[in-house]
């Protein structure tokens, strides 16, 4: 008879797990662990999908680690006496073991990522490992000033008498109507591995992928808002002003509007060139001296000699700022290109590896980049290996 797993040995397991360190041999204890019963692999899903250890982890920020602990453990002691099914108390019982464990772990390895900026070492199945995007980026000033952004805590400075507030979560707010200097611009800067948010002077909001370079006036002033997305990808929410349209010069085409949200990715890398989707409102685009209106939904994409508007698939291309990867069919050397930039990495691909692939998955993009990888070693795409901040990617094999 197979030995039993009791429920903080099924913990230490799932906390290996999480962190990348399981061995060959528990990793086939813990699958076992997982096939004795659906409620099991139920538990594992939920814990992997990190959503439960996240709102812990949200709410206890900050506080007394025993006291978050001791809260944790009431609250799945409290869950318990709800199911007073014979079958279930131990279960939950389990359940309260491992997420006290999990939660541990979490906690020492969020925590972990913003005490120091050198990259850590880790370790996963395959070979090291790597970790996802945080807040930061270069704020160039209009002297040409260079500071370095990140999360951490509220503070203000100034340019030419403008002030600028850098907020604790990892985003820079423009205050309004303080300018001294109308001229003043500021660039932006967010490099690999990393994700910023601004608000500008006009109230409008921009999320800012990795690896993209944005340009801006510090006040707006004349009768339009004009910004540069030079590289990258870049989330807007436009503030409404009629009076004042908001342009976005990107390559390939200039996006036009006034009070509405829309995507723009502008990746050098890209596979597709410039593409603008409009999540809602109205806006105008002039692309290769043609003006075309969107409509919710569409999406227009330009290159150097061609322009299309097709229907998109919205959900997939905002996912990044919603903080999901999702992926649909996507080619697998433009997944790869994704996952070089947001945990920073580079990418080859093994001679032997010839074919294209094409993938269909979601995940969270908080999860080390290995969680990723497993999930389309499991579909068959490819296999992979981790060594010196690389990614290789080989054919998989039977």
């Not at 322009?307 to 698939?313: G, P």
Request: glycine share 8%; hydrophobic share 40%.
């Amino acid at each position: 008879m197979a030995k039993q797993i009791n429920s903080f040995a099924a913990a230490s397991l799932i906390m290996k797990y999480l962190k990348g360190e399981l061995s060959e041999a528990e990793t086939i204890e813990l699958e076992k662990w997982l096939s004795t019963n659906e409620q099991n692999q139920k538990l594992f899903n939920e814990l992997c999908a990190a959503e439960t250890v996240e709102r812990s982890i949200q709410k206890f920020e900050g506080s007394n680690t025993e006291l978050g602990w001791q809260r944790l453990q009431d609250k799945m002691t409290a869950n318990s006496l709800k199911n007073r099914k014979q079958n279930r108390k131990g279960w939950w019982r389990a359940a309260a073991a491992i997420l006290i464990i999990v939660f541990g772990a979490w906690q020492i390895f969020y925590h972990s990522k913003g005490r120091s900026p050198v990259k850590e070492s880790l370790t996963s199945r395959y070979g090291a490992d790597a970790l996802p995007g945080t807040p930061q980026a270069q704020l160039v000033l209009s002297d040409g000033t260079t500071i370095i952004l990140s999360a951490g805590r509220d503070s203000m400075l100034a340019d030419n008498g403008n002030r600028i507030q850098l907020t604790a979560e990892g985003g820079i707010v423009y205050e309004k109507g303080t300018a001294v200097n109308t001229e003043a611009w500021n660039t932006i800067h967010v490099p690999n591995g990393g994700q910023y948010t601004a608000t500008l002077e006009d109230g409008t909001k921009v999320w800012m992928n990795a690896a993209t370079t944005l340009r801006y006036p510090v006040q707006f002033t004349g009768n339009e808002r004009k910004v540069e997305l030079t590289e990258g990808e870049a989330y807007f929410e436009i503030a409404k002003n009629k009076e004042k349209p908001f342009i976005v010069l990107a390559p390939h085409m200039d996006v036009q509007a006034v009070g509405t949200a829309f995507n723009v990715n502008s990746y050098a890398d890209g596979e597709i060139g410039t593409e603008t989707t409009l999540v809602e409102g109205t806006v105008r685009v002039k692309a290769l001296n043609k003006t075309s209106t969107l409509r919710p939904g569409e999406q227009i994409t330009t290159g150097q000699a061609t322009s299309t508007i097709a229907i998109a698939d919205v959900e997939t291309v905002t996912a990044w700022h919603q903080g999901l990867f999702l992926f649909n069919g996507k080619s697998l050397s433009e997944v790869m290109k994704q996952l070089a930039r947001w945990y920073d990495v580079s990418i080859e691909y093994d001679q032997g590896f010839k074919e294209q692939k094409f993938f269909t998955g979601e995940i969270k993009r908080n999860v080390p980049v290995s969680k990723l990888l497993q999930m389309m070693e499991l579909t068959g795409i490819a296999k992979f290996k981790i060594k010196d901040n690389v990614i290789l990617v080989l054919p998989q094999t039977p």
